[in-house]
Nanobody, 127 residues
Framework: QVQLVESGGGLVQTGGSLRLSCAASGRTFSTYTMGWFRQAPGKEREFVASINWSTGSTVYADSVKGRFTISRDNAKNTVYLQMNSLKPEDTAVYFC????????????????????WGQGTQVTVSS
């Protein structure tokens, strides 16, 4: 199993930017499709973005498309989420996750696809 630790959250004004990082343990990081999810108070956890292990192809939720960018650096065992043009509705705890199985390709990511989770990092966007 992959162990994950997120960082980079904080308080930012509307229109600002943040970059989240997720450091993964284990030598097999490069074989896992990775994802970012978020959970706002009183709401269910929702998908934000994912990046496949092999081609690096990405999938985004409609709500963040064009504003957020997911990337990975396999040499550093790290996945990133660059968040630009932030809005108050982006306020949530953001979680990094690794797919349940190595070598899996995700086309329509769901929470059920992912088996390892970080502890989360808080992102607050003030209006």
């Amino acid at each position: 199993q992959v162990q994950l630790v997120e960082s980079g959250g904080g308080l930012v004004q509307t229109g600002g930017s943040l970059r989240l990082s997720c450091a993964a343990s284990g030598r097999t990081f490069s074989t896992y499709t990775m994802g970012w999810f978020r959970q706002a108070p009183g709401k269910e956890r929702e998908f934000v973005a994912s990046i496949n292990w092999s081609t690096g192809s990405t999938v985004y939720a409609d709500s963040v498309k064009g504003r957020f960018t997911i990337s990975r650096d396999n040499a550093k065992n790290t996945v990133y989420l660059q968040m630009n043009s932030l809005k108050p509705e982006d306020t949530a705890v953001y979680f990094c996750a690794a797919h349940k199985r190595p070598y899996a390709i995700v086309v329509r990511p769901t929470i059920a696809d992912f088996g390892s989770w970080g502890q989360g990092t808080q992102v607050t966007v003030s209006s």
